[in-house]
């Protein structure tokens, strides 16, 4: 086959040339009328969006007085009513107000959302709520007001879906819309709830012992919003820098805002001769609190809609400009086809960072479902699958989770991913004395306070100083990495690395803010699962003495008796009482008697197996379940202890005393199976407990009266 000369292909590379600016010039007005076809869409869309904002401001100006109503409401059944008539008068005339501009503005606007017609229905309902007039019962009027908050609640969402507030993910207008989506969902009206909870638990603190623990759910809440609300934030700060002074002003006001609402209730503990007045005080404080969360929505949508003006008018001046300078490219062929190849790379490499971006958008949102969803027996499940995902997206050989123990001495490799074929270091990785490695700890801790992500391009250009750690990085094999410290509590707590078996550079600019992001979700996971397991422990131990409480002790007791009626293996209880406790308070004072319970704790716990169940059932009351023990070796066992009290000296507050017990014990074979009861059980040893005291105390009885 011959081929052209030379010549010949010189000759035909200007016909080429043309021939391929014709075409482009084809291409340019096809992309001339989808560029501005959406350019026009996007002003349409940023004038919509607009509009939305404007349905949300009149939405939050209903919302604001209604929530307040409901708690002077629920508070004023028992109050004084003329501290709180007038308020709530006028807070019911700010939402009748509020309802009435809504539906004014929808008129005028003529309904641009069409949401008039459930706006209507929403505005019926409140005049059927407000006409109904019967406020006898504080429960009923919270759960209609709730109720009725919950409905407007829904419309503000469907007010974002239907003005294409939520149709962009990676835009900063979504992201603020988020915001004040969070902020008035599971922000001010959880804060709302709590002000009227507790107002109602002051006025009336014995209507309902369950309210303490609606109003913790309500507090758990807040701590958890936090997090998405700091997640979106970012997100804003991506595409919009010149927010960021706002965005700061609104989470140093929140975080605060948040841990007030919180506490606050522990500031107003109900008592009997200044019930209302606290009830009163503790509302008010709360209003300010929530007066200043709306603030922060306001500024949120003020700065959502400066953001999609902006848009407008940057989508206006672009068409007005756009024109000339499409005619000006048009005449400049020859040169576009280069800059057009140019851009369609840069395209590429766009639209990849976008794809990649997106990808670690969507998994970092499910992960923070996942730990919202996970409970301390999932949670490392999560942070496994995080890892794993994380170490897949950066294309790393190892991504692993270090935490400190709690003395802050040693450190453990608790979580591992490996890529196929790394081999897994996370056994030999345990109880690694902090002291051997001091300029890795150093380096850790100077980047936990600044803030950066901390990373060794090239283990072996490590300084001499860290000769230990570069010894103990290359014999994993490793050349590069990238971590990242951990906060649980505001203190480090860890740190997440990323390991590479081959000389990789780590682009901070890009890694640092995914990375943090990161570190961020597995702190807010680690402090959640804490936050759990402390729940936990305090819902089934005495708080004073730290023994279980009695409402654990029956929970086991019961289950040792499905076991005995199985087994037959025997088990028996002891009782035991403090004698002439009362005295000793009376004489001593209530600090040196807690002192006593806890020491008499400690030699509880001493004396018994650690497989028996020792709990405080009340006052100066204790009890025992010794498992595999009859009766007689339980007498003997609670002998000892009464022999080990008797000669213990109970050192408190600088005095030294002596205190004798009384003791109750009984087998599960002193009563027949069909009665056999927890209940029973205690009544027994009860019984021969007020029997030794009866006797003269300091004795134990495990029989039956002759």
């Given at each position: 086959?011959?081929?052209?000369?030379?010549?010949?292909?010189?000759?035909?590379?200007?016909?080429?040339?043309?021939?391929?600016?014709?075409?482009?010039?084809?291409?340019?007005?096809?992309?001339?009328?989808?560029?501005?076809?959406?350019?026009?869409?996007?002003?349409?869309?940023?004038?919509?969006?607009?509009?939305?904002?404007?349905?949300?401001?009149?939405?939050?100006?209903?919302?604001?007085?209604?929530?307040?109503?409901?708690?002077?409401?629920?508070?004023?059944?028992?109050?004084?009513?003329?501290?709180?008539?007038?308020?709530?008068?006028?807070?019911?005339?700010?939402?009748?107000?509020?309802?009435?501009?809504?539906?004014?503005?929808?008129?005028?606007?003529?309904?641009?959302?069409?949401?008039?017609?459930?706006?209507?229905?929403?505005h019926q309902e409140w005049r059927q709520l407000r006409a109904a007039h019967d406020y006898s019962a504080s429960e009923r009027v919270f759960e209609a007001f709730t109720a009725q908050i919950a409905r407007l609640l829904t419309l503000h969402r469907r007010v974002?879906?239907?003005?294409?507030?939520?149709?962009?993910?990676?835009?900063?207008?979504?992201?603020?819309?988020?915001?004040?989506?969070?902020?008035?969902?599971?922000?001010?009206?959880?804060?709302?709830?709590?002000?009227?909870?507790?107002?109602?638990?002051?006025?009336?603190?014995?209507?309902?012992?369950?309210?303490?623990?609606?109003?913790?759910?309500?507090?758990?809440?807040?701590?958890?919003?936090?997090?998405?609300?700091?997640?979106?934030?970012?997100?804003?700060?991506?595409?919009?820098?010149?927010?960021?002074?706002?965005?700061?002003?609104?989470?140093?006001?929140?975080?605060?805002?948040?841990?007030?609402?919180?506490?606050?209730?522990?500031?107003?503990?109900?008592?009997?001769?200044?019930?209302?007045?606290?009830?009163?005080?503790?509302?008010?404080?709360?209003?300010?609190?929530?007066?200043?969360?709306?603030?922060?929505?306001?500024?949120?949508?003020?700065?959502?809609?400066?953001?999609?003006?902006?848009?407008?008018?940057?989508?206006?001046?672009?068409?007005?400009?756009?024109?000339?300078?499409?005619?000006?490219?048009?005449?400049?062929?020859?040169?576009?086809?280069?800059?057009?190849?140019?851009?369609?790379?840069?395209?590429?490499?766009?639209?990849?960072?976008?794809?990649?971006?997106?990808?670690?958008?969507?998994?970092?949102?499910?992960?923070?479902?996942?730990?919202?969803?996970?409970?301390?027996?999932?949670?490392?499940?999560?942070?496994?699958?995080?890892?794993?995902?994380?170490?897949?997206?950066?294309?790393?050989?190892?991504?692993?989770?270090?935490?400190?123990?709690?003395?802050?001495?040693?450190?453990?490799?608790t979580h591992e991913w490996c890529a196929p074929g790394v081999p897994p270091q996370r056994e030999q990785l345990q109880k690694i004395p902090v002291a051997e490695f001091p300029w890795w700890q150093r380096k850790m801790r100077e980047h936990f306070q600044a803030?950066?992500?901390?990373?060794?391009?090239?283990?072996?250009?490590?300084?001499?100083?860290?000769?230990?750690?570069?010894?103990?990085?290359?014999?994993?094999?490793?050349?590069?990495?990238?971590?990242?410290?951990?906060?649980?509590?505001?203190?480090?707590?860890?740190?997440?690395?990323?390991?590479?078996?081959?000389?990789?550079?780590?682009?901070?600019?890009?890694?640092?803010?995914?990375?943090?992001?990161?570190?961020?979700?597995?702190?807010?996971?680690?402090?959640?699962?804490?936050?759990?397991?402390?729940?936990?422990?305090?819902?089934?131990?005495?708080?004073?003495?730290?023994?279980?409480?009695?409402?654990?002790?029956?929970?086991?007791?019961?289950?040792?008796?499905?076991?005995?009626?199985?087994?037959?293996?025997?088990?028996?209880?002891?009782?035991?009482?403090?004698?002439?406790?009362?005295?000793?308070?009376?004489?001593?004072?209530?600090?040196?008697?807690?002192?006593?319970l806890k020491e008499f704790a400690t030699l509880l716990r001493e004396g018994f197996r650690a497989f028996d169940i020792v709990a405080r059932y009340g006052g100066e009351e204790f009890i025992v379940m010794l498992i595999d023990s009859d009766r007689k070796a339980?007498?003997?066992?609670?002998?000892?202890?009464?022999?080990?009290?008797?000669?213990?000296?109970?050192?408190?507050?600088?005095?030294?005393?002596?205190?004798?017990?009384?003791?109750?014990?009984?087998?599960?074979?002193?009563?027949?199976?069909?009665?056999?009861?927890?209940?029973?059980?205690?009544?027994?040893?009860?019984?021969?407990?007020?029997?030794?005291?009866?006797?003269?105390?300091?004795?134990?009885?495990?029989?039956?009266?002759?």
């Open positions: 086959m011959k081929t052209a000369s030379p010549q010949r292909r010189r000759v035909r590379r200007p016909g080429f040339i043309l021939g391929n600016g014709l075409i482009m010039l084809l291409l340019l007005a096809t992309v001339a009328y989808g560029y501005f076809g959406s350019v026009t869409h996007q002003a349409h869309q940023a004038q919509r969006g607009v509009v939305g904002l404007n349905h949300l401001e009149y939405i939050r100006a209903i919302i604001e007085p209604m929530q307040e109503s409901r708690g002077l409401l629920t508070m004023g059944r028992q109050a004084d009513a003329s501290r709180s008539g007038p308020r709530l008068e006028g807070r019911l005339a700010a939402v009748d107000q509020a309802f009435a501009s809504f539906l004014e503005y929808l008129a005028k606007e003529q309904d641009p959302l069409g949401l008039a017609e459930e706006s209507g229905v929403r974002i879906s239907s003005s294409g507030l939520d149709l962009d993910p990676v835009a900063d207008t979504y992201n603020l819309v988020q915001i004040l989506d969070l902020l008035l969902e599971m922000a001010l009206e959880p804060n709302g709830q709590i002000r009227a909870l507790y107002a109602t638990l002051l006025t009336a603190p014995a209507d309902d012992l369950q309210m303490g623990d609606r109003i913790l759910g309500r507090a758990l809440l807040l701590d958890i919003v936090s997090t998405r609300l700091e997640h979106h934030a970012a997100m804003v700060l991506q595409a919009r820098p010149d927010l960021a002074g706002s965005l700061e002003e609104l989470f140093l006001t929140l975080r605060p805002t948040i841990v007030q609402i919180r506490d606050l209730p522990a500031a107003y503990y109900p008592t009997a001769a200044s019930t209302p007045v606290d009830a009163q005080h503790f509302f008010t404080a709360a209003t300010e609190i929530i007066t200043a969360g709306y603030q922060l929505y306001d500024k949120a949508l003020a700065a959502a809609h400066d953001s999609l003006e902006q848009r407008r008018v940057q989508a206006q001046t672009t068409l007005r400009r756009t024109v000339p300078l499409f005619l000006l490219i048009s005449l400049g062929t020859l040169a576009l086809v280069g800059w057009g190849l140019a851009a369609w790379r840069q395209h590429q490499r766009d639209t990849e960072d976008l794809r990649r971006q997106g990808f670690f958008q969507a998994l970092v949102a499910e992960t923070s479902t996942r730990f919202l969803q996970a409970g301390t027996e999932s949670i490392d499940g999560v942070i496994n699958e995080m890892l794993r995902a994380t170490g897949e997206f950066f294309a790393v050989d190892r991504a692993y989770l270090f935490r400190y123990t709690t003395d802050g001495e040693q450190l453990n490799n803030g950066q992500i901390f990373t060794i391009p090239d283990v072996d250009q490590m300084p001499a100083e860290a000769a230990a750690e570069r010894e103990k990085l290359s014999s994993q094999g490793i050349h590069s990495l990238c971590t990242i410290p951990v906060a649980v509590n505001q203190q480090l707590g860890g740190f997440v690395g990323f390991d590479s078996l081959r000389l990789r550079p780590c682009d901070e600019v890009q890694t640092a803010p995914r990375l943090t992001m990161i570190a961020n979700l597995i702190s807010a996971g680690l402090e959640r699962e804490a936050l759990e397991r402390e729940l936990t422990v305090n819902a089934i131990t005495d708080g004073l003495t730290g023994l279980y409480n009695r409402r654990h002790f029956f929970t086991g007791l019961t289950t040792q008796i499905k076991e005995y009626r199985r087994t037959h293996k025997p088990f028996a209880l002891a009782i035991f009482d403090l004698d002439h406790f009362k005295q000793l308070n009376d004489t001593h004072g209530h600090l040196v008697g807690d002192c006593v339980a007498a003997a066992i609670a002998q000892r202890m009464l022999d080990t009290t008797r000669r213990h000296h109970f050192a408190c507050n600088g005095e030294s005393l002596r205190i004798t017990i009384s003791g109750g014990v009984v087998d599960a074979t002193e009563i027949t199976a069909e009665k056999l009861t927890p209940e029973a059980l205690v009544d027994q040893a009860d019984q021969r407990l007020y029997r030794a005291k009866e006797a003269g105390r300091d004795q134990v009885i495990w029989q039956e009266a002759k």
